[in-house]
Nanobody, 127 residues
């Protein structure tokens, strides 16, 4: 059973920063892919950033240069978010799987690529 728990969300003013964390309990002998996704009210879920099984990362164009995805040896995933904008307001989710797909593919096809999801953490950016 894979268990993912996000934390670090909150309210911040435009231009501010937040760091999201995702504690992951993973039971896989091989590598795993892991990523961050978000869903704003009335909108579809979208990919934010992904790390694939080879450690390669990719980002959505809307967050490139502002967000940084990373993970540590304790299977905790992070998303450092700088220069936040009101349009970044959303529920942020982390997800994981053992798919050996490239990061760019996983970012786009997350509904197929990721089978395990956390409950989400809310990020609100005010102008």
């Amino acid at each position: 059973q894979v268990h993912l728990v996000e934390s670090g969300g909150g309210s911040v003013q435009s231009g501010g920063s937040l760091r999201l964390s995702c504690a992951a309990s993973l039971r896989t002998r091989g590598g795993y892919c892991i990523g961050w996704f978000r869903q704003a009210p009335g909108k579809e879920r979208e990919g934010v950033a992904v790390i694939d099984v080879n450690g390669s990362s990719t980002y959505a164009d809307s967050v490139k240069g502002r967000f940084t995805i990373s993970k540590d040896h304790a299977n905790t995933l992070y998303l450092q978010m700088n220069s936040l904008k009101p349009e970044d307001t959303a529920m942020y989710f982390c997800a994981a799987d053992d798919q050996a797909r490239a990061a760019w593919w996983l970012l786009l096809h997350f509904n197929t690529g990721f089978g395990y999801w956390g409950q989400g953490t809310q990020v609100t950016v005010s102008s």
